[in-house]
């Protein structure tokens, strides 16, 4: 597990060289360490290395590994970065302290319900199809401006950001830069984009909040079948 550490060290070191270069402050980025697939053991090795923002795909995946790693370092923070069925959108508010795949107003309805029947309320990004691909989640860059108004006037959501993952057989920098001046054009602030490949671009291009799994964690096994969280 020593290379999870040594993983991370040097993962962070290039994000603080990347938000420096960018001319940010130190500090302004956050790197959230996508544990999805590996094991508990893992998440714990990151955690000893200093590790506190963890992001999962699926609520069932993450409900069983996070509770009791939760009891032990209450500061962690857990992100939820997949697909979300309206369903579990109870146990999603409950286990998450940031949901970033706010994509579709039937969700937006169902977490409203989730936060008010629990009283809590994570942070909530708009999930969007920068690249406007037909297979891929996420309210097209043209809706976002109906759907944030709906969010938040209708729902009353917690609202503070955009979240993308752009097309992947393309350079990501066109869509960091779309991504970018959506979010400014709205007053939000807060911008997750960049992944392991191409987290450093982000940075450059404003990401708030970068989603580095296999940089950190390695190689994941490949998934049996694409499922929702
Ligand atoms: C898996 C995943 C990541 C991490 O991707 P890596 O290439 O392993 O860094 C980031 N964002 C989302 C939405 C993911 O599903």
């Known amino acids: 597990m020593t290379s999870i550490s040594q993983n991370l060290a040097s993962i962070s070191a290039r994000v603080s060289a990347a938000s420096r270069k960018a001319g940010r402050e130190d500090g302004s980025v956050t790197l959230v360490a996508v544990s999805k697939t590996h094991p508990a053991e893992a998440v714990r090795a990151a955690l000893a290395a200093g590790q506190r923002e963890f992001g999962e795909n699926r609520v ?13 370092f209450p500061d962690l923070r857990l992100h939820l970065i997949g697909p979300l069925q309206t369903n579990k959108a109870v146990d999603a508010v409950r286990l998450f302290d940031v949901i970033q795949s706010l994509d579709r107003p039937k969700l937006a309805a169902s977490l409203a319900g989730a936060m008010a029947k629990l009283q809590r309320r994570p942070d909530c990004y708009i999930q969007v199809n920068i690249g406007d691909e037909p297979q891929k989640a996420g309210i097209a860059p043209a809706l976002v401006e109906d759907f944030l108004r709906e969010c938040r006037d209708r729902h009353g959501l917690p609202v503070v950001g955009l979240m993308c993952i752009p097309p992947v057989d393309q350079p990501p920098e066109p ?25 450093e671009a982000a940075i450059a291009l404003g990401a708030t909040a970068v989603r580095v799994g296999t940089a950190i964690f390695g190689e994941r096994a490949p998934p049996a079948a694409e499922t929702k969280a």
Do not use: I, N, V, W
Not at 60 to 72: D, G, I, M, S, Y
């Open 175 to 199: 869509y960091f830069t779309q991504l970018r001046d959506l979010a400014r054009r709205h007053g939000l602030t807060q911008l997750s984009m960049g992944m392991s490949g191409d987290f």
């Open 60 to 72: 069932q995946e993450a409900a069983a590994k996070f509770p009791a790693l939760r009891a032990e």
